[in-house]
């Protein structure tokens, strides 16, 4: 299991654009279509499934992808997370 973040190596792992809301780590994506929203959120489950390491949340409005990240067996936010969200952040681009 993986151990829940300080918060100071949160903040130093904690990429831009993500803000922490408790137990969570989230960050709201743009995009200039509802299909190109769609579109990530296929690639982040994708992501997701091959690190074994699922969002809390995904959720696909108007033009904008919500993405939440936790590691509930560890109680809080993990280096599982921040890698997650680093690469979605790539896949993003």
Do not use: C, N
Request: net charge negative; proline share 2%.
């Amino acid at each position: 299991m993986s151990d829940v973040l300080s918060d100071d190596d949160l903040a130093a792992r904690l990429p831009d654009g993500w803000q922490r809301d408790g137990d969570v780590i989230a960050r709201t994506y743009e995009f200039d279509s509802y299909l190109e929203g769609v579109g990530f959120a296929a690639a982040a489950g994708g992501l997701a499934e091959e690190a074994f390491h699922h969002p809390d949340e995904l959720t696909v409005g108007w033009r904008e992808v919500e993405v939440r990240l936790t590691t509930h067996d560890a109680g809080g936010v993990t280096e599982k997370d921040t890698d997650l969200a680093a690469r979605l952040d790539e896949i993003a681009d």
